[in-house]
């Protein structure tokens, strides 16, 4: 999953390095980068897409995104006591939160989908605007940027 997360990421910098002569992906460079080199590289584009995404650098992202773990925001969660549907592959799992609602999350090699009330339970607001932002679906998310703003909240040290 954090591979997809990855990739999706460096295909979001991809597209801006070759729109980088551009006026809006100019602005992006500019907002980002204290030094905009007259020819940005893909190194550059990967450094605004990371520091868009509220991290100091690619390197940063990276090593957040390497570092979650495998068994996803269950691990350690305080969502006991809620109803979750459990699937061993994505389609079934998207099918059945498309048809109920909830949030799609993935764990290990498998997925489900959970109400309100878990999500609640792991610490996160389920009424954040990031989730309808990334589809609330966890595991293979609409916006990148409102998944990693979620993951920050959803894995970050509790006491």
Known sequence: MNTLILEKLKSQAAILH??????????????????????????????????????????????????????????????????NQWFRAYPPAREAWERDGGFLFPFRNQYFVCEHEFVRGIGADPGDPDWDRAGRDFANPRDVQAWLRLARVLYAPRS
């Open 18 to 83: 070759k729109r980088a002569a551009e006026t809006e992906a100019v602005l992006r460079f500019e907002a980002a980068l204290e030094a905009v080199p007259a020819r940005p590289a893909l190194k550059h584009a990967l450094e605004v897409i990371a520091r868009e995404c509220g991290f100091a650098s690619w390197a940063e992202l990276k090593h957040f995104l390497e570092t979650l773990p495998a068994d996803g925001v269950y691990a350690g969660s305080r969502g006991g006591g809620t109803f």
